[in-house]
């Protein structure tokens, strides 16, 4: 049954949840969190204290103030200073550092990006004989391997949950009990849930929401080993054609159809009663205090169950002039410890999984997104390959209207062309 949803202009933007930089003032122990060029002294791997330049991206003051804290542990314990760059555009940021001869010495490294820097020799590979390595979870260590070799430490990382609003799943007569554990039931929920006020599942327009189908359906962007293009494969056109089904049947709905900025606004808004983010959830939860939430693992596809990794990692220059201190300052800020206040403070999921039961048990919401990180596919990390994920997501913000069959046929053609380009 067609039914009516609320709706109003199509924005037709790929919406991206990214980290947004806030300033910070300074901090103790000789530490500033500062906009300064790369110009400034650089490091000396030498005898005595050194300066280390850091180059972070954050997701809020929470983030911001985290790393605060460790850094001026690290100042105490070491004797040497930390100098922070709170990027706002953490992308632009790495292009300008890694193309000068003195670059900040330590910096998050998105996931998405990793293999194109690990393949112009911009980074440093410490990670293989970092403490904390064997106690990475595999998924990512594979998400942060180049040519076999391991090469930066994850600093956290979060899957995809559904996210659901209690509120709404009473008022529609549901239980704990109906939380979807498969595709069908999650259509059959989404139906149920929806009202003249609110859609049943609202999500962000991009592949790093609809690529949780794919896996689910047994498919993804590009083959294992990341030398051929999968895109159009009849797994992707059965996701994307699910995905469609609940669309035009009005249980679903794009966020930005909806008026919001990203799947967890359109939810926090109160115009939708299920999304599908990640563990920055519980942050962004703070501005809509009135509304009782929960999160439930994704349901199973057709391949069974999948979902996807999200992740950055501490890198260290290849031409850090002080790679020992840097990697001292990345071990002392990836332990154990760190990793749980982290994920009490802003949402993430401890990388390490000798604290997975720790973390777990902190929240029941926690749970739900640690259940993914056994079955979750980690972003398309092959250089050149932005613009084509680009395009998939600007072509994604139709999909209601237009054939799921030629736009994954429009992309594998792009897909293909940029591996081959390698």
């Known amino acids: 049954m067609t039914r009516s949803r609320p709706r109003v202009r199509r924005l037709h933007l790929p919406v991206l949840l990214t ?11 000789g530490s500033s969190f500062e906009s300064g060029d790369n110009d400034a002294d650089g490091a000396s791997s030498g005898d005595g204290p050194v300066t280390l330049r ?3 991206a954050s997701s809020g003051d929470a983030e911001t103030n985290a790393v605060t804290a460790a850094v001026e542990a690290y100042e105490t314990d070491s004797g040497n200073t930390v100098d922070v760059k709170l990027s706002d555009d953490i992308a632009t940021d790495l292009t300008k550092t890694f193309a000068t001869a003195d670059p900040y010495d330590a910096m998050y490294v998105e996931a998405g990006t990793f293999a194109t ?8 590979p410490y990670a293989e004989d970092a403490e ?3 106690d990475v979870y595999p998924s990512l260590r594979e998400t942060f391997s180049y040519d076999g070799q391991f090469y930066c430490l994850p600093k956290d990382f979060s899957t995809l949950g559904l996210v659901i609003n209690q509120g709404m799943w009473a008022e529609a007569g549901l239980t704990e009990d109906d939380y979807p554990t498969n595709w069908d039931e999650l259509a059959a929920v989404a139906d149920q849930l929806t009202t003249d006020d609110h859609v049943g599942l609202a999500l962000s327009p991009t592949r790093d929401r609809v690529g949780a189908f794919m896996v689910q359906a047994g498919g993804w962007l590009v083959s294992d080993d990341g030398t051929e293009a999968t895109v159009d494969s009849e797994e992707n056109v059965e996701a994307l054609t699910y995905l469609q089904g609940l669309m035009k049947d009005g249980a679903a709905a794009w966020s930005s159809d ?3 900025e990203w799947g967890g606004a359109a939810f926090g808004e109160g115009k939708a009663a299920m999304t599908m983010e990640g563990g920055w959830i519980t942050g962004a939860m703070d501005d809509y205090p009135d509304i009782d939430w929960t999160v439930a693992p994704m349901p199973a596809g057709p391949a069974g169950d999948g979902t996807l990794l999200f992740s950055v990692c501490w890198g260290v220059a290849q031409k850090s002039d002080a790679q020992v201190q840097a990697v001292e300052f990345i071990e002392s800020i990836v332990t154990p410890q760190q990793q749980l206040a982290n994920a009490e403070a802003f949402g993430v999921t401890p990388a390490l999984e000798s604290v997975e039961q720790e973390y777990a048990d902190q929240s029941p919401v926690n749970a739900a997104f640690i259940s993914g990180a056994e079955n979750a596919q980690g972003p398309v990390s092959l250089p050149g390959f932005a613009d084509v994920l680009a395009d998939f997501d600007s072509q994604l913000a139709g999909l209601e209207d237009a054939d ?7 992309v594998q053609q792009n ?8």
Request: hydrophobic residues 60%.
């Open 19 to 29: 980290a947004t930089a806030l300033l910070a003032a300074a901090c103790g122990g």
């Open 415 to 422: 897909a293909q062309a940029a591996i081959e380009d390698q």
């Open 54 to 56: 850091v180059l972070i």
């Open 132 to 134: 904390a390595a064997p």
């Open 258 to 260: 909806l008026d919001s």
């Open 404 to 410: 799921p069959a030629e736009i994954l046929g429009s």
């Open 117 to 124: 820097w690990a393949s112009q020799d911009a980074l440093f």
